[in-house]
């Protein structure tokens, strides 16, 4: 079965470049996480290629572990993903670093800190991620660090949007654990807080991660430039 997708993919994407050949457009088609949907990436993509001739983006929003299958099979001519796997048929290009953090809303008993205890997050309700993203497994790794799971807090919600998320969170519902990156908007507008968790080491990269036989290397260099330039403004 995912010997045909692969050949049906292959096929597709030969047609679609003797299309764009003929017609002189250029098409990608761009796998992104749940977590990199909600920060400046997307934001980046579209001025470092709003000059570019008929240049015709597709992005599609994703698991991690959906996006490999796709990039495999060349459903995907790149992705956006958090942290890296083994594997030697992938290559990464590191665009970013970013933590995960507890998000709180500004009215927050507790928004006034820069950080928490972990016994001050075992008494609060949080809102986390489903078990599959990278989110909620780096979190968990976190806690198994400190000899602590899961069961040890008072997860009263899981659901698979961000936007959700953040958006129970300023009206009152619970807190989350989510990444910096994806909270960023509504920190720079004062709609959440952003605090560390004391002893729990959340850090990860950001990365383009592409097949070794992409070809376009520039193309995702001029992306990680524009991306630093923006986040530089």
């Not at 936007?163 to 959440?192: H, P, T």
Request: hydrophobic share 40%; aromatic share 6%; charged share 25%.
């Amino acid at each position: 079965m995912r010997y045909a997708q692969r050949m049906a993919a292959l096929t597709n994407n030969l047609k679609q470049a003797l299309k764009n050949e003929k017609e002189q457009i250029h098409s990608l088609t761009i796998g992104i996480t749940h977590t990199a949907e909600s920060s400046a990436i997307i934001e980046a993509l579209a001025a470092y290629t709003n000059n570019l001739d008929r240049l015709n983006l597709k992005i599609l929003t994703n698991t991690t572990d959906n996006l490999y299958t796709m990039l495999r099979t060349y459903e995907l001519d790149f992705a956006f993903v958090e942290g890296k796997i083994a594997d030697p048929a992938f290559r990464y290009l590191m665009l970013d670093t970013d933590c995960l953090v507890l998000a709180v809303p500004p009215t927050h008993r507790l928004a006034k800190q820069s950080m928490i205890s972990i016994h001050q997050l075992k008494e609060e309700k949080l809102i986390l991620r489903l078990p599959n993203s990278n989110t909620r497994n780096l979190f968990t790794a976190s806690l198994e660090t400190q000899g602590l799971s899961i069961d040890d807090f008072n997860v009263t919600m899981e659901i698979d949007s961000i936007a959700s998320i953040k958006d129970l969170i300023r009206r009152g519902f619970g807190v989350s654990i989510l990444a910096r990156s994806a909270c960023m908007d509504e920190i720079k507008k004062e709609k959440l807080v952003a605090l560390s968790v004391e002893n729990l080491s959340m850090m990860r990269e950001i990365n383009i991660v592409y097949l070794k036989d992409y070809e376009h290397l520039d193309f995702l260099n001029g992306i990680v430039k524009r991306y630093n330039e923006m986040q530089r403004k």
